[in-house]
């Protein structure tokens, strides 16, 4: 069935230190991506999405690429913020799952000064 | 606007209680659905809608009731809370059936715990 599979966190950085947080998925045709933030004691925010195949998706200095070939959509940032301090979910929509998304089970990040 | 709210934003319950969560949507969309979230669970689907006037089982639906009211809003009701149940539950909006717009809107979550 359908799926995603996230890296296991925490994930603990220093200010300016380089981020990537790993994304793998399953699921039949070709499904929409997204990762989503969620701050503390807050609802998830979209933070970038990519709809097909080498789609790059940007937002705040996060990028993350659609790969079709290895069914992955890893998120990264060159220079990470104690204010990106949050957990993070990546998931997928579409195929057979109409309107409907799959979360992976979030990553914590941790940014210290 | 708005977005998409919730209420209450905490509450606590005896076991055996019940309660209904409410949810509104001011972006006009068609879908909407209920998630809980549990410590290394990720988001788990409850229930949806895919528009007005249907609703559907998620992963989770167990103890739980749905009602579409109208376009805008969507609850849940426990009917007989237990400690289980205990968890964050947020609410959310899309609008599928507009080209390659899956994603979905959250409100802030309810925060509830059963005792």
């Known amino acids: 069935g359908d799926s995603v599979t996230q890296m296991e966190g925490p994930v603990t950085l220093s200010e300016e230190a380089f981020l990537t947080i790993n994304c793998t998925y399953t699921?039949?045709?070709?499904?929409?991506l997204f990762w989503y933030v969620q701050y503390p004691g807050e609802g998830l925010q979209l933070l970038l999405k990519a709809t097909k195949a080498d789609d790059k998706g940007s937002n705040k200095g996060f990028e993350a690429t659609y790969r079709k070939e290895t069914t992955s959509f890893h998120l990264e940032k060159g220079s990470v913020q104690v204010s990106d301090s949050a957990v993070y979910f990546c998931?997928?929509?579409?195929?057979?799952?109409?309107?409907?998304?799959?979360f992976g089970q979030g990553t914590i990040l941790t940014v210290h000064p | 606007n708005a977005g998409v709210t919730q209420t209450p934003k905490f509450q606590v319950l005896k076991t055996g209680q019940s309660m209904t969560l409410q949810c509104a949507q001011d972006m006009n969309h068609n879908s909407m659905y209920w998630y809980r979230q549990d410590p290394g669970m990720g988001l788990r689907l409850i229930y949806y809608?895919?528009?007005?006037?249907?609703?559907d089982k998620g992963e989770v639906p167990n103890g739980y009731n749905v009602s579409r009211l109208n376009k805008r809003e969507f609850s849940l009701r426990l009917e007989s809370a237990a400690p289980s149940q205990t968890s964050v539950y947020f609410c959310?909006?899309?609008?599928?059936?507009?080209?390659?717009?899956?994603?979905?809107?959250f409100g802030p979550g309810t925060r509830l715990t059963v005792t």
């Open positions: 809608s895919a528009s007005e006037g249907t609703t």
């Open positions: 699921a039949t045709g070709y499904p929409s």
């Open positions: 998931a997928h929509a579409g195929g057979t799952s109409y309107g409907k998304l799959t």
């Open positions: 959310a909006s899309s609008e599928p059936f507009r080209q390659n717009s899956y994603e979905q809107y």
